[in-house]
């Protein structure tokens, strides 16, 4: 019933439509307003494009301004800071360009509306405007890609040889993330190992990966270098953290990599937002299946001696998995076995080690 | 068909450029009958042809705005039932949920038809073939045949994807930029089965339509233009399509290479593409493959894509903007020169968009310069369009209008690529609703005001009618309005980090703000693309019932202006008319009128002949 009622009503207000639509050709075949180069309507839009100038200029900066710290979400890494600030001076290089060119665009075209006593100003060209207006937005430019390059050459330098190693797994649709343990060195991975009871594909016939552990949540430290080793097990997936200005994809096939040094701990985040239960957060930024939308994971950062006494109580991925670990004893007897029938086995494994080691 | 048409010949052996005129063409009327099917089907006659792109690109912008809408219903309203859509998508409604697999599909197929099949077949597609042969006069264009075929094969390519919308396994789904692995693999996500099979040979059609096309234009504007019309005085909207033709021409192959790689690695087992992947409980054999080889190869297509979309629409635009100012264009060979700028730097910028896929960085410092260079070429087309309006004496014509509107849009979204095209700020807002902000309003918006521009400017020349005006102001302002409503907001949106191709940021904290925000852009898009039937109603009303139109309603100066109300086959009854001037000579000191036709040689207009002119009487 309010189904039929709702079509009936658009169909009456489509007829009402059409009657004006008709009304309004006969009004202005009758008054001659049809034959008229340039009638009142002209007057109108002129006005409204002014309208819309002081209007709309008034609406955006009074929505940009009441949404201004919702659009700035806390950042909490150095190279975060800097770009940020970067990003909001261009901003207002920019905004001057805009306001410039859009003020200039709506008030010509509401002072220079048609008018039958005018004639248009014959101004086909100005060299010398157009190299002005040419050399300024030149001469800007290179100040901005002088500066970005700056900034990015130092985010995308290599990471300092003290910083934290962890490595992030994506799949669909959740992270995977191991440390490399007490050695300080992530074990060789191999996606041909994994399964249900090895999801990371660790490759335990190497010793370095013994001691890697994984976790559920990443933690690192305040004020300490934290380098991403970053892999994907199936489709494309991005690293995406943005509180930490940290993004980079996932590639099958091409482990990437992103280092940043975090400012606050969790806990200094939280009292500063006021926000007892925030936590930062590390999102998928590449589409990536169902999934795409809800594969998260926490990020803690913790006081530099709270992160060592947590990386102290994980158990290894071997300790915890002994099973994993049997099988691996059990083949790499066999290949000894082998290698010393055909030594060529064992070199198949370099090349995934270089891989692994980047 | 050819046959039929004996001007053609004669200009083919005429040389470049060198239809005389005082040749006889009284044999000209003794065309035979045409049956409806050789007339209006499969027509050669570039108009007509014209004018099936234009509605079949009006069929798809439909189709395509549609998708958007739904999935706008989903980003407004997370939490609410669909049920009531289940009537339309059947089965992708999930107890009172949209499925987020055809979210994803929702998204895919809106960027694809909108990019491909409304912005470059239905804009270029429309508008140079209507307008190359006309502006430059020719009788049509250098081969009608391959003009057909340009069609047919996006029809076949049209009927192809919007077949795939139908399939049980849902359309594309990986994205429009069909980034495998995702889109290789069916296991990853169903889109990728039979839809993406689907998607990747409507795409192969695609580009051979496009090709077929190009060629023809740039062979048209090479050799076709009539006695006069040297380079130097192209209508910029002729320049605007050759140039755009050509960027088609040299990038689309590139994305056919990928499509077909891809096609390999789907269906062959090859690894271009892929490599160590574990999917679905099962580790495949490929080694060795690149997925950011894809991207590469997409990009180089993708990038100039963008242009290819947008050009066309700078050159109408400015077309426009200077017979309703009745100005000169301000800057005429710096206009050509920034065209040919942006051509030249749109093939060597693509890597902007992959800034952080784990590409060298130093690749990304050297995409970076470039990409900010191609600004400067941009902004003096701003400051050229903007001097044009400058003193000049505006008539707000429907068409004037979307060209300022255009004018405005192309401003606010391309200012904010100057911050995507660092790639330090990048880092941050790479794949965030930012960028979906700057692209929908820099090439979607800013495209599609240079299409109804053309359509509100070039109807009464299709049509013999004029499109109704006060309609067209209300279909502008509902448009344009909307359109800020969208897309401003979507910034604060963007910088705040929201990911774009997402079904529901409710999943996390930081993402939580601006629900309301989100049901706001919602409305105002599904409010704008209800006034698109405004224009729908008001472009299939005035092919029928339109007022009818004078010869040169505008009072321009271009050669289109010149031809019947109505051009048949041929386009002149007569000789095609030689040229003496450029295309812009409107409100020249000392003339009678305020525009003087390119056809008018300078001995007939003495009073205002500049001095250098003085010696061409």
């Known amino acids: 019933m309010t189904t039929l009622s709702i079509i009936l009503v658009l169909a009456l207000l489509l007829v009402v439509f059409g009657l004006l639509f008709r009304l309004q050709i006969l009004t202005a075949i009758f008054s001659g307003s049809s034959n008229r180069q340039v009638g009142v309507s002209n007057r109108i839009n002129a006005i409204l494009f002014l309208a819309f100038l002081v209007i709309g200029g008034g609406l955006f900066a009074w929505s940009f301004v009441d949404n201004y710290d919702k659009m700035n979400p806390p950042i909490a890494s150095i190279h975060g800071l800097a770009t940020e600030k970067m990003f909001w001076t261009t901003m207002v290089i920019l905004g001057i360009a805009f306001v410039l060119t859009q003020v200039l665009l709506f008030w010509y075209s509401y002072k220079y509306q048609h008018n039958d006593k005018r004639r248009a100003f014959f101004f086909p060209h100005n060299n010398k405007i157009e190299v002005i207006w040419t050399v300024i937005p030149a001469i800007v430019m290179a100040a901005l890609v002088f500066a970005g390059w700056k900034e990015w050459s130092r985010i995308m330098g290599p990471a300092p040889k003290d910083a934290v190693v962890l490595e992030l797994m994506g799949k669909q649709f959740n992270w995977l993330l191991r440390y490399p343990g007490r050695d300080q060195k992530l074990g060789v991975v191999n996606y041909r190992l994994i399964d249900a009871s090895n999801e990371f594909g660790f490759d335990l016939s190497d010793k370095n990966g013994l001691d890697d552990f994984t976790a559920g949540e990443v933690h690192v430290p305040k004020g300490h270098p934290v380098l991403l080793r970053i892999r994907s097990r199936d489709v494309l997936h991005a690293v995406y953290m943005p509180n930490f200005r940290v993004q980079m994809y996932a590639v099958p096939g091409m482990p990437t990599k992103f280092w940043f040094t975090p400012t606050k701990t969790t806990d200094e985040m939280r009292a500063q937002t006021g926000n007892p239960n925030f936590n930062y957060e590390l999102a998928c930024n590449q589409v990536c299946g169902r999934g795409h939308f809800a594969m998260k994971m926490s990020i803690i950062v913790d006081e530099p001696d709270d992160y060592v006494n947590w990386y102290a109580q994980q158990k290894s991925f071997s300790e915890q998995n002994p099973d994993v670990l049997a099988s691996f004893k059990q083949k790499s007897d066999k290949l000894v076995e082998k290698a010393t029938v055909a030594p060529a086995a064992a070199a198949v494994v370099i090349p995934t080690a270089a891989k692994a080691s980047l | ?617």
Do not use: C
């Open chain 2, 1 to 617: 068909m050819a046959a039929n048409f004996p001007t053609q010949e004669e200009q083919v052996q005429g040389g470049i450029g060198a239809t005389e005129p005082g040749h006889d063409h009284a044999h000209h009327d003794e065309h035979h009958e045409q049956s409806f099917l050789q007339k209006y089907v499969f027509s050669t006659d570039h108009k007509v042809i014209a004018k099936q792109f234009l509605i079949t690109g009006i069929f798809w912008a439909l189709i395509g705005g549609t998708l958007s809408s739904l999935f706008r219903l989903q980003l407004g309203w997370p939490e609410s039932t669909l049920e009531w859509l289940t009537p339309f998508l059947g089965k992708w409604i999930e107890a009172g949920k949209l499925n987020p697999e055809f979210y994803l599909a929702l998204v895919t197929m809106h960027g694809t038809i909108m990019v491909f099949f409304v912005l470059t077949a239905g804009l270029s597609g429309t508008f140079s073939n209507f307008l190359i042969p006309l502006q430059i006069g020719a009788r049509d264009m250098a081969s009608g045949f391959m003009n057909m075929l340009s069609y047919w094969f996006f029809f076949a390519s049209s009927i192809v994807m919007f077949s795939s919308l139908f399939i049980e396994t849902g359309p594309a789904a990986a994205g429009w930029t069909i980034y495998p692995p995702l889109s290789a693999l069916p296991q990853a996500i169903a889109g990728s089965g039979a839809g993406q099979t689907l998607w990747l040979v409507s795409m192969a059609l695609f580009i051979i339509s496009q090709l077929l096309g190009g060629v023809n234009y740039i062979t048209t504007v090479i050799n076709l233009r009539t006695q006069g019309m040297s380079m130097s005085k192209l209508p910029l909207t002729i320049w605007a399509f050759f140039l755009t033709a050509i960027l088609g021409l040299l990038a689309f192959p590139v994305l056919f290479s990928a499509t077909l790689l891809l096609i390999f690695d789907r269906s062959f087992g090859t690894s271009f593409f892929l490599s160590d992947i574990y999917i679905a409980g099962q580790a495949l054999p490929n080694t060795g493959g690149s997925p950011i080889l894809f991207q590469h190869l997409f990009w180089f297509l993708g990038h100039p894509e963008v242009y290819i979309v947008i050009m066309p629409a700078m050159g109408m635009v400015s077309e426009i903007l200077a017979t309703n100012a009745r100005k000169p264009i301000f800057g005429y060979r710096a206009m050509i020169g920034s065209l040919i700028g942006i051509s030249l730097l749109s093939f060597i910028v693509w890597a902007h968009h992959m800034f952080v896929t784990g590409m060298n960085p130093f690749l990304g410092s050297v995409f970076m310069f470039l990409t900010l260079i191609i600004a400067v070429p941009s902004a003096v087309k701003v400051f050229n369009w903007i001097a044009t309006l400058w003193r000049g004496n505006i008539r707000f014509t429907t068409a004037m209008l979307f060209s300022i509107g255009f004018v405005s849009l192309f401003i606010a979204g391309g200012l904010t690529g100057i911050i995507l095209g660092n790639a330090a700020l990048d880092i941050q807002l790479h794949n965030t609703y930012f960028v979906v902000a700057h692209f929908h309003l820099v090439m979607g918006s800013s495209a599609f005001f240079g299409l109804w521009a053309g359509v509100y400017h070039w109807f009464p020349k299709m049509f013999g009618r004029m499109m109704d005006e006060k309609l067209g102001y209300i279909h502008f302002w509902l448009t344009f309005i909307g359109v800020y409503m969208v897309f401003l907001p979507m910034h604060y949106v963007g910088i705040a980090g929201f990911p774009r191709r997402y079904y529901a940021w409710t999943g996390f904290d930081t993402f939580s703000q601006f629900a309301d925000l989100n049901k706001f852009i919602s409305i105002a898009a599904i409010i704008a693309f209800f006034g698109q039937f405004i224009f729908i109603f008001n472009f299939f009303y005035s092919i029928f019932r339109g007022r009818r139109a004078t010869e040169n309603p505008w009072n321009s100066t271009t050669l289109e202006w010149t031809t019947p109300i109505v051009p048949g086959h041929g386009n002149w009854p007569g000789d095609i008319p030689a040229v003496h001037r450029w295309p812009y000579d409107y409100s020249k000191p000392g003339a009678e009128e305020d525009f003087i036709p390119q056809n008018v040689p300078y001995s007939q207009t003495q009073s205002s002949n500049l001095p250098y002119e003085k010696e061409m009487e």
